[in-house]
């Protein structure tokens, strides 16, 4: 017969205040005994007298953090890492709402501080739309169709379901708009864009709109009128992995965007209850002498988990969700300029059939056909090279966003 299952050490009769967080660091008189940690759970000597390190290089201190706010401490996220060698920084703040007699629209000012020679001035400042924006990236897909452009927040919003003159949706695309600018500005290509110049430099940006821009780039003028009527036998191995991964990463992310946004109506729904839950016990302590302490108690007990409850459901609704939202339209452009790519290749395959075809033989390749390799070759290189720094800012904004997320329901459950 098996032994019996030898029971848990008890905490004893502690108040949960009293009780030692495993997250905290305790001296071994506070803790009791020293336990000794399971043969499984022993790290080689080689391991363990190595200092580890994150792949920026930056040492890891295994020992467990102070407390749940130092858990994102441990991580040393390369964000600001090259801010000696940038020479270009971009902020979107400032939002003001502006009502007229046609329209009510919301505009943000975009302020730019540079050192680059292409800039008359060190500073500017300038108030833009969304529909500016919008403009921007229209421009930038036209001129740089080899490249991954960044997405920009969902112009339209559910009717009735969230106001888009509220400050927190205004916050929220803010945020939005101001990490597609800085974006664009962190790309070595992008950003030295004419018409990101123009729209960070132009006091008048709707006349810039109409003249229109004379200075657009052959690339981009080759490849805007690439029709689709040419069909690709076969899509490279690598290209061909990349739109799989895309593919499935888009499903996985739909999901937990669809889950996440569940979880958080559910919680808002429970908070309502909660809120009309609390006062009951005040109003029956008042009925009570004898009980009127503990019923207040856990009226006031309640109350700090409806405001706990408030804060974590604030964090997923203006943290949380909106990377998830960048990154499904992330996908979503990538693979736009994925097919931009086939569509190239299929010229180039269409017109080395037809040489192959034709009879008399060819002292060299005709010049239009080179070109349509070059583009090609540029593609392949563009769109490598946008998928590698895409995946490096994947890696570095969901680390921080999983990251932040355990550290705030390490502090709501602490609440």
Aim: glycine share 4%; charged share 30%.
């Amino acid at each position: 017969a098996a032994s019996a299952p030898k029971p848990l050490p008890s905490s004893g009769p502690k108040s949960l205040r009293e009780m030692p967080h495993p997250l905290a660091t305790s001296s071994s008189e506070e803790m009791g005994p020293a336990l000794t940690p399971s043969p499984d759970l022993l790290l080689p000597r080689s391991i363990a007298d190595k200092d580890l390190s994150l792949p920026n290089g930056t040492p890891v201190d295994t020992s467990s953090p102070a407390s749940s706010s130092s858990l994102l401490n441990r991580l040393q996220l390369d964000d600001d890492l090259d801010v000696e060698t940038r020479d270009l920084f971009v902020t979107v703040d400032d939002p003001k709402k502006h009502v007229c007699t046609m329209e009510t629209y919301i505009t943000y000012r975009v302020t730019t501080k540079t050192t680059r020679a292409e800039f008359d001035l060190p500073e500017y400042s300038v108030r833009r739309r969304y529909q500016d924006f919008d403009w921007l990236r229209n421009k930038l897909e036209e001129s740089q169709p080899t490249h991954l452009i960044p997405p920009l927040p969902e112009k339209f919003v559910v009717k009735g379901v969230v106001d888009r003159f509220s400050e927190e949706f205004v916050e929220t695309r803010r945020k939005a708009l101001d990490k597609f600018l800085k974006r664009i500005t962190d790309h070595p290509v992008l950003s030295f864009n004419e018409h990101f110049s123009v729209f960070l430099t132009a006091k008048d940006l709707n006349a810039y709109k109409k003249q229109g821009m004379a200075l657009l780039s052959k690339m981009g003028e080759s490849v805007k009128y690439v029709t689709g009527g040419y069909k690709l036998r076969s899509r490279p191995l690598e290209f061909a992995a990349i739109g799989d991964y895309l593919d499935t990463f888009s499903l996985k992310l739909g999901t937990i965007d669809r889950i996440a946004q569940r979880i958080i109506k559910e919680q808002l729904e429970y908070l309502v209850e909660l809120r009309e839950y609390g006062p009951v016990y005040s109003t029956w302590g008042g009925l009570e002498v004898e009980l009127s302490e503990p019923l207040e108690g856990v009226s006031a007990c309640i109350g700090n988990c409806c405001t706990a409850l408030e804060e974590l459901s604030e964090d997923m609704t203006e943290d949380f969700l909106p990377v998830l939202r960048e990154y499904i339209l992330y996908a979503e452009s990538m693979k736009n300029v994925l097919k931009k790519r086939d569509q190239v290749q299929a010229e180039y395959e269409a017109k080395l059939e037809a040489i192959a075809l034709k009879k008399e033989d060819r002292p060299k390749v005709p010049t239009d056909v080179e070109k349509c390799q070059d583009r090609v070759e540029c593609f392949n290189a563009d769109l490598k090279a946008d998928m590698e720094r895409w995946q490096n800012n994947k890696r570095q904004d969901f680390r921080q966003l999983l990251m932040g997320m355990a550290d705030k329901n390490i502090q709501y459950y602490e609440k």
